[in-house]
């Protein structure tokens, strides 16, 4: 059974950096036709991908985000990591991670359960 | 990729047979993915590859379309279908989302 698990701070200052882990089992990350993506959801609005990274260590941001965010994997942990610098309350989101397919329709799935970060002084 | 989906919510009845679309910016092929999220819940994966049915998803849900235009029917609507769907397209490296379309009981 493939399962993904966030975890991390609930509550950050602005300005400060954002750090979450992403364990995964039932995978490897290093299988080359997998990877493991974050994605965010701030209260009552719509899905945003973030970045994701591949068995290769190839990895892909969020444009509007990419001086922001730095994703990492340790493949002996089974963790994959994203940090976000400078947050700002409009950060304030529920975070999750997702297994991305790679040599399909780069779908995600499954996801993990999410984690919500509050972003405010 | 600009993903726009109509109608942003809608109502509908147990029974009933659901259309939701999602249109693309710009033509993405069939790299199109559609999700299904309930309150408090995950994203959940029902079609990839614009019309291949997720293993385990009930087979009322069918994708369809290639190019710009693309469409999720749910043929019966059942209780457990009350949700927030969301349409994701893969043909650019940056990945993106439609808005969301929420179905609820009317």
């Known amino acids: 059974q493939v399962t993904l698990k966030e975890s991390g701070p609930v509550l950050v200052k602005p300005t400060e950096t954002l750090t979450l882990t992403c364990t995964v089992s039932?995978?490897?990350?290093?299988?080359?036709?997998?990877?493991v993506s974050w994605i965010r959801q701030p209260p009552g609005k719509a899905l945003e991908w973030l970045a994701h990274i591949f068995s290769n260590d190839e990895k892909s941001y969020n444009t509007s985000l990419k001086t922001r965010l730095t994703i990492s994997k340790d493949t002996s942990k089974s963790q994959v990591v994203v940090t976000m610098t400078n947050m700002d309350p409009v950060d304030t989101a529920t975070y999750y991670c997702?297994?991305?397919?790679?040599?399909?329709?780069?779908?995600?799935?499954?996801w993990g359960q999410g984690t919500l970060v509050t972003v405010s002084s | 990729i600009q993903m726009t989906q109509s109608p942003p919510s809608l109502s509908a009845s147990v029974g009933d047979r659901v259309t939701i679309s999602c249109r693309a910016s710009q033509s993405i092929s069939n790299y199109l993915n559609w999700y299904q999220q309930k309150p408090g819940k995950a994203p959940k994966l029902l079609i990839y590859?614009?019309?291949s049915l997720q293993s385990g998803v009930p087979s009322r849900f069918t994708g369809s379309g290639s190019g710009t235009d693309f469409t999720l029917t749910i043929s019966s609507l059942q209780p457990e279908d009350f949700a927030t769907y969301y349409c994701?397209?893969?043909?650019?490296?940056?990945?993106?989302f439609g808005g969301g379309t929420k179905v609820d009981i009317k």
């Open positions: 590859a614009a019309s």
């Open positions: 997702a297994r991305i397919m790679a040599y399909s329709s780069s779908q995600f799935d499954p």
């Open positions: 994701q397209q893969s043909y650019s490296t940056q990945l993106t």
């Open positions: 039932g995978f490897s990350l290093s299988n080359v036709r997998m990877g």
